[in-house]
């Protein structure tokens, strides 16, 4: 069993859509993919639409949280899309990433880069906007030759002269949120230092009190000694740790299933979420 849980549509910063990225996975060979687009549920209908037979979607996203001042994601899985303070803290934090993205674009201006709103909000189509959008725009304009250059201290990168902040959840109140509605939770990439600071192990401890299920732990973004010490740090915590490609589309390097999941740590997340079920393709439209 090939397991992929963490991938991106251009239901939030990927460019496939989501009809498009379940056939890919198909296509990659991979059983079971989960669909985890930024701060939205809206790629959903169209991949199970298309899900090719013999593939499983789990449905899921990435969280935008912030704690002490440190941007994190954490991912989440099987959750009821409809639970409505869910629904509402999603909605929140996904309608603040417009002005958001409004202000990152009025501070290039400042800085003599001519993008607009209309070009980021072509890039971004009907996607929860973002800033490898941003970024997108920034490489059409020949500002940077790639998505990845624009995450610099001059550009977007956390801190950045072009970097503005969004609305994040505290990830305490993410863990709550998620399993009121019967979902899991998987702190994405903990470690992945090339983003900015990250979040201590004091603080993935005091997560797993909380109810924290799980760490990402197979990441591009983890060199081979962080992925050694994270395994460590679960196993003393008692977090599951899952394996994904964090898959973008053309917008990252890495491939569909380039890093996979466990089928035991699998088959444990489906047991603890009771807010959705894995879906089983059956042949799509
Ligand atoms: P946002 O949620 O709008 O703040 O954008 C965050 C997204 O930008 C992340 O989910 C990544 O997909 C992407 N990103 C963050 N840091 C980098 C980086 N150093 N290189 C490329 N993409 C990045
Ligand atoms: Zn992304
Ligand atoms: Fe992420
Ligand atoms: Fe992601």
């Known amino acids: 069993m090939r397991i992929d849980l963490h991938c991106h549509s251009t239901a939030s910063d990927g460019t496939d859509g989501p009809a498009e990225l379940v056939r890919a996975a198909a296509a990659a060979g991979l059983d079971v993919v989960a669909l985890t687009d930024h701060d939205t549920t809206r790629g959903y209908a169209e991949a199970i639409a298309a899900l090719p037979r013999g593939l499983t979607l789990v449905t899921g996203a990435e969280l935008s949280c912030r704690v002490d001042g440190v941007s994190m994601h954490m991912l989440a899985y099987l959750f009821d899309p409809e639970e409505p303070a869910l629904l509402a803290e999603r909605e929140l934090v996904r309608d603040d990433r417009v002005p958001r993205a409004q202000g990152m674009i009025a501070k290039l201006n400042e800085l003599g880069v001519p993008v607009s709103w209309e070009q980021v909000a072509r890039i971004a189509g009907d996607g ?62 903990p470690a992945a230092a090339k983003r900015g600071r990250t979040v201590p192990e004091s603080t993935i401890a005091e997560l797993a009190a909380a109810g924290l299920d799980g760490i990402e ?15 460590g740090l679960a196993a003393d915590l008692g977090l599951l740790v899952t394996g994904s490609s ?34 089983p393709g059956t042949g799509g439209a």
């Open 246 to 279: 964090d898959y973008h589309g053309s917008r990252k390097t890495v491939a569909l299933g380039e890093y996979t999941t466990h089928p035991d740590v699998y088959g444990e997340i489906t047991r603890r979420a009771t807010g959705a079920f894995p879906v």
């Open 217 to 231: 732990v197979d990441h591009m973004d983890h060199d081979e000694d962080t992925r050694v010490r994270l395994r």
């Open 128 to 189: 929860s906007v973002g800033r490898p959008h941003v970024a997108t725009a920034l490489v059409e304009l020949g500002v940077v030759p790639s998505v990845g250059d624009a995450f610099t201290q001059d550009w977007l990168a956390d801190g950045g002269r072009a970097f503005v902040e969004k609305h994040e959840t505290d990830p305490f109140e993410a863990i709550r949120l998620v399993k009121g509605a019967g979902g899991v939770t998987v702190f994405a990439h």
